[in-house]
């Protein structure tokens, strides 16, 4: 599939961006060639800020003059002119913009918004000018059309399939009105997203809890005021000051330890309206108009909806299939969230409360419930998990038993920013296979959430190992204190992992279907399988060890935490399945029904669910929702649960083969992580489980079903 940008659609214009390429100068700059260092891994020792601007204009007028030279080629189109010239295209393109959006994403500032509102719909068009360029589908069309005489290979029948559909997808069959009519809903789609992005970044930040006494705070550790102290100093705040910023999502952290209730319920309530305040930064307009605009967009493709146009290369085809396992996930998740808040509000009652549970009491009176039932509280495993060596003799260890990766820090490769480390990764045979970058801190010009991207894709036609990174956002030690971090944050490290393996151990030769470039609904199911290794008792002996005496977890810590991830899973499955169903109800809206009152629509859909959304919100609303206003999950939040699914029935096959072994792992390599879209996702599980997805052991896993006997 092409993702990257292209001009315009006529010939004329096309040699005119010829001659105004030619007249120029070689485009110059840190990304006009490949990069010398090892992986051909940027160059951040040399890469300024004011790079980005002309690197990305330089790299679009290159690749305009690279699709014209392919749409117009007087030879007939065959597999190398046409679909293997495409995949070579783009690469200096390429190599700015992995970099930018990384930084954009991870380490802005004011100069990089900038150049990220200014080029954003310079991509969008230059997108459309690929997939809306008749000489270039003609061609593309061609080769489709007489697919079955081309005695192509299977990875490249299957790119020329997803690069015809495509094509077609992107509106390659429009009449030149509604091609024109397509760019303009494009181009004001990405200026909106953009513009989305940048809100809520700033709106984040501006909502942040602050207090001038420690007091306000009471409840949290040393260690947490500490950070809390620092984080207003960062801020500028005066001296005495206290500052909790918030993550992405609803919820946060704080409101665990908070013994305050009103500060609890500000903490909410600052998370809760950071983007509704009717301010500058509130985005509510903006995800009003994304959604008419893509509504108008699916109609003019042909789409009822949104979601039946972006779900149409998935692996669960239609909003109907992606919806089905959030409803057969509905009413036992409804009857465990009424049962944890009946549980949580007896033991309001019972430690003397007057009131029953709210969103801003449930991780404080969760975890009193927990520490009743289990005996466990977050405080008593922090100790065990000391981020590096979670790393090192976690997450990398169990990639070693699984697939015989090793891991060398290195630091001879300059980094984005100081707290960013390094590492090269070997193959079982010793041979460098992948450069790994981790940058685990929160920062305020970094975006909520965690994930993976690469600086560099793997490919085989164009030579390149993978150069991946993954981003978390921990919240960050006072300076001398030690690197500790929660259980929830553990998993993380193993989930962004995962998709990390997804990348590092590709091996396809075409880069559009390498990799992660795969369906949403699939991308995350290697990385929520990795999330397993997590608690597998050979990796948890080996990281779980205490820092200050380097003592194993004890045997009953070692089955609590063991236990963790299927008690009490009504919130933590809640929060995410409302989001997930609010997500596909705003894509499902027709262009008919006009532009929608954000508030009134976002009521309306979470009473839709069925679920418990007054003491369980969604993990995000509306106005707060990065994942499908700016990061490309629209109607695809669901992924989470669909992949889920995938991860759970997956690994019961690895529980019934031997769990944690070379073998097995040499077996999930060869017919998962390695094949990227090579094959049919379908296709691809059934060959490695030997049937269809089966929801079951995802209930089984979350203890929303018994186990078999």
Known sequence: MISRPVLSTSLALVLAAQGALAAAAEPTGPFAQPSTLPFEAPDFAHIKDSDYLPAIEQGIAVERTEIATIAHNPEAPTFANTIEA?????QMLGRVTQV??????ANTNDTLDAVDTKT????AALNDAIVLDPALFARVKALHDQEASLGLAPDQKMLLDITYDHFVHEGALLSEADKTRLRDLNQRLSSLSTDFSQKLTAATKASALSADKAAA????SPAQLGTAAKAATDRGLPAGSYLLPLQNTTQQPATADLTDRATREKLF??????????????TREDVAQIALLRAQKAQLLGYKDYASYTLYDQMAKTPEGAMGILKRLAPALAAEERREAADITAEIK??????????????????????????FDDASVKPYFEIHRVLQDGVFYAANQLYGLTFKQRTDIPVYQKDVTVYTVYDKDGSELALFYFDPWKRDNKQGGAWMSNFVNQSGLLGQKAVVFNVENFEKPADGQPQLIGFDDVVTMFHEFGHALH???SNQRYPSIAGTATARDFVEFPSQFNENWATDPKVLAHYALDYRTNAPMPAPLVAKVSKLRSYAQGYALGESTTAAMLDLAWHAVPASAGKQDVDAFEAKALADTGLDITDVPPRYRSSYFRHIWANGYAAGYYAYAWTEMLDHDAFAWFTAHGGLTRANGERFRAMVLSKGHSEDYGVMFRDFTGHDPDVTPM???RGLAPAAK
């Open 86 to 90: 495409m995949e070579r295209m783009g």
């Open 100 to 105: 930018f959006s990384a930084l954009v994403s």
């Open 120 to 123: 954003s719909p310079e991509l």
């Open 217 to 220: 705070f009471a409840g949290l």
């Open 269 to 282: 309530d600052a998370s809760w309206t950071r983007a509704e305040k009717g301010d500058a930064n509130d």
């Open 350 to 375: 019972r430690e003397g409360g007057d009131f029953t549970v709210k969103p801003w009491d449930w991780d404080k009176y969760a975890g009193k419930v927990r520490a009743r039932d289990m005996a």
């Open 503 to 505: 990348g590092m151990l």
């Open 699 to 701: 209930l089984v896993a």
